[in-house]
Each structure stands twice: as structure tokens, then as C-alpha cells.
């Protein structure tokens, strides 16, 4: 089975939920790419990687360069003290790991699902799963 977000729907709700406008769009098959405007500067821009999936948990990689390492680390660092930040572990090698199943609310859902793959097309976000047995 399959679940499908547009790249509209995620613009829409992070921009609901942090007032940022970040454009989104298809980097390759696994690969997301993020726009982050800075004042002054333009903007910078982010390569998101779906490396690997381990039951709820999801192996993600980063690239752009030594001023968006610094970012991500900053970033991580006050995000650590937020709701729901046990689900983000920040690793070495550009890497970071999502850890789903740690979220009250997404840990029924895996209760429920294997999570397959996670890819890109130029719209949109596909999530592919199959339900477990019951």
C-alpha cells in the first residue's frame, strides 16, 4: 500500500506550525531537497537522503556543506528540549536517525504496519507499507 503527500501539503503545515516558508522539492528517488531563505544571504540549501529503513526507525543523510553541518548541529542542539525530540538522534558522518516508533501516537501506528520504503517523485512524498496480520 501506499501514502501519498504532496510537497504543497508538508509546505502548508510546516508553515502552519512555524510560520517558515520552506520549498520542497525532488532531489531524486530518495533524495529531498529543502530551501532555507536567510535574510541577506539567499538561501541554503539542503539535500535529505533516505538511506535506510529499520522497522520504525529511519536512517537519514544530509548534505550541503560545512555551513549547513553547523545548522543541523545548532539546530539539533536547541531542538533537544522540545516535545517529541526523543525521536531525532543526530549521528556522526552527516547522518541522523528518526526513531518513529519512540512517538506515543506513531508507535500504534507500527503496531499496525511495516514501513517499506520512503521515496520521492516530483511532487510529492510516497510512503510505501504493508499491514501486518492480524
Not at 38 to 62: F, H
Amino acid at each position: 500500500m501506499q501514502f501519498n503527500l504532496s510537497f504543497s501539503e508538508v509546505k502548508e503545515l510546516i508553515h502552519k506550525k512555524t510560520g517558515k516558508e520552506l520549498p520542497l522539492t525532488y532531489g531524486g528517488p530518495h533524495t529531498l531537497r529543502i530551501s532555507y531563505p536567510l535574510p541577506l544571504m539567499g538561501s541554503v540549501g539542503l539535500d535529505i537522503n533516505v538511506e535506510q529503513i529499520m522497522g520504525s526507525d529511519i536512517l537519514l543523510s544530509y548534505s550541503g556543506g560545512k555551513a549547513i553541518e553547523f545548522m543541523m548541529r545548532t539546530a539539533f542542539s536547541q531542538f533537544q528540549n522540545q516535545p517529541g525530540a526523543e525521536i531525532l538522534e543526530l549521528l556522526d558522518g552527516n547522518q541522523m536517525r528518526l526513531c518513529l516508533g519512540k512517538s506515543p501516537q506513531l508507535s500504534q501506528v507500527f503496531d499496525h504496519i511495516n514501513l517499506d520504503d520512503i521515496h520521492f517523485d516530483e511532487m510529492s512524498i510516497k510512503i510505501d507499507f504493508t499491514p501486518k496480520s492480524l
